[in-house]
């Protein structure tokens, strides 16, 4: 998940990882992400994807 720098310490979901199990197509555009074993309902907008640094791929 990924907030703005104004509004990061109200939102605890921040920078964390996640899956995507419900895609809603209509608006408003939020999905469903499990994370940690919960279901969070996140604007499509705050979603970005993951890309593993450099030396954790090589692993």
Known sequence: MHY???VRAARPLHG?????VA???GKPRN????IGG????IP???LRPFAP???EAAA
């Open 53 to 55: 640094k450099p030396c």
């Open 31 to 34: 999905h469903g992400v499990e």
């Open 23 to 25: 895609v809603s197509k």
């Open 44 to 46: 499509a907008g705050n």
């Open 16 to 20: 964390r990882i996640g899956v995507v």
């Open 4 to 6: 703005a720098a104004k």
């Open 38 to 41: 919960q279901v969070y309902s």
